[in-house]
């Protein structure tokens, strides 16, 4: 049974720092793919950041590029999300997500098979 666990959202100002974990527990966690999506009121779930199962490669929404980084600790099956000079427009639920088949990146949600509850991020102007 694969579980992920989200942590370190909350409420930040404009131009503020977050990082967001997600624990990973149920299945080798070095072997595929994860990412991070976020999901505003009102709107779609958008993919935001996924690293590669080695941690070598990833991949970022052209919102993320040059603000936020997504990295993997092996030893404590956790991946990372770090979010730096963070907008209003920020503001989602944020969602972990494991892929079941995947060792590579991938934007889309059909890659990935587990997810997290969540955990929300608020950026205030």
């Known amino acids: 049974q694969v579980q992920l666990v989200e942590s370190g959202g909350g409420l930040v100002q404009a131009g503020g720092s977050l990082r967001l974990s997600c624990a990973a527990s149920?299945?080798?966690?070095?072997?595929?793919?994860m990412a991070w999506f976020r999901q505003a009121p009102g709107k779609e779930r958008e993919f935001v950041a996924a690293v590669s199962g080695s941690g070598v490669s990833t991949n970022y929404a052209d919102s993320a590029k040059d603000r936020f980084t997504i990295s993997r600790d092996g030893a404590k099956n956790t991946v990372y999300l770090q979010m730096n000079s963070l907008k209003p427009e920020d503001t989602a639920l944020y969602y972990c997500?494991?892929?079941?088949?995947?060792?590579?990146?991938?934007?889309?949600?059909?890659?990935?098979?587990?997810w997290g509850q969540g955990t929300q991020v608020t950026v205030s102007s």
């Open positions: 149920g299945r080798a966690f070095s072997t595929y793919a």
């Open positions: 997500a494991m892929s079941g088949r995947y060792a590579h990146t991938l934007r889309s949600e059909s890659g990935y098979d587990y």
